[in-house]
């Protein structure tokens, strides 16, 4: 069973900071990772797709990496500014499970400090 | 183009009663999924719908149903609510029902049980 961790579960930084945000899954069978954005209360907003057979994604002041064999992804974000605070998910697409489900972690709760 | 929408955007119901959400795709994309959000969680994967069949369904009671009309618009069910199943209801849609697809989220329907 495909299990999603993200570290830290929170994060305080001031503005201007570079920062990166962690997630593993225990099994690298994955088709692709998506790193989402949720502010409060609201739906999910995609920020980056990673497909299986690619290192990394950027955009913007975000930077995504994926080791599928070691099971991790990070998610790079440059120059903070408080506009980033929001909650961060990853998810995996489980290559294994039929249809396309997706797999998240709890996510981490940024705040930038301004 | 429209992203994913869903209705309504809040719902309060009674223990007991019973709680139909809706959601369309963006245009074009065939495949629609459910999750559940529970506060503090990351989405739980509720239903997918594709070419308006049951492609996967998570571990959630029978009391959670859903269907796929032709137009590709969907509706969750939930009979006999409980108190646990105050959460943000969110609907994705892709193009296809399986494989490396990106997903994309509409901004959830938030039921609270009293």
């Known amino acids: 069973k495909q299990e999603v961790t993200q570290i830290p579960a929170a994060l305080s930084v001031p503005e201007g900071e570079n920062l990166v945000l962690n997630c593993s899954f225990t099994?690298?069978?994955?088709?692709?990772l998506q790193w989402f954005r949720q502010d409060p209360g609201k739906g999910l907003t995609s920020l980056l797709l990673?497909?299986?057979?690619?290192r990394e994604q950027t955009s913007g002041r975000l930077n995504a990496s994926l080791d599928k064999s070691s099971g991790r992804s990070t998610l790079y974000i440059a120059a903070s500014q408080p506009g980033d605070s929001a909650t961060y998910l990853c998810?995996?697409?489980?290559?294994?499970?039929?249809?396309?489900?997706?797999?998240f972690g709890a996510g981490t709760i940024l705040r930038v400090k301004s | 183009d429209a992203g994913v929408t869903q209705s309504p955007t809040h719902l309060i119901k009674t223990r007991g009663q019973q709680v139909t959400l809706r959601c369309s795709p963006i245009?074009?994309?065939?495949?629609v999924s459910w999750y559940q959000q529970v506060l503090g969680q990351g989405p739980q994967f509720i239903f997918q719908?594709?070419?308006?069949?049951?492609?996967g369904r998570g571990n959630f009671p029978d009391r959670f149903s859903a269907r796929q009309f032709p137009n590709y618009s969907s509706e969750l069910n939930v009979n006999a609510l409980l108190l646990g199943d105050s959460a943000l209801y969110l609907c994705?849609?892709?193009?296809?029902?399986?494989?490396?697809?990106?997903?994309?989220f509409g901004p959830g329907t938030r039921l609270t049980v009293t």
């Open positions: 994705a849609s892709s193009l296809v029902g399986t494989g490396s697809y990106e997903q994309y």
């Open positions: 099994d690298s069978a994955i088709y692709n």
């Open positions: 990673i497909q299986s057979s690619q």
């Open positions: 998810a995996v697409r489980p290559r294994l499970e039929y249809g396309n489900k997706l797999v």
């Open positions: 245009s074009g994309h065939k495949s």
């Open positions: 719908y594709y070419e308006k069949e049951e492609r």
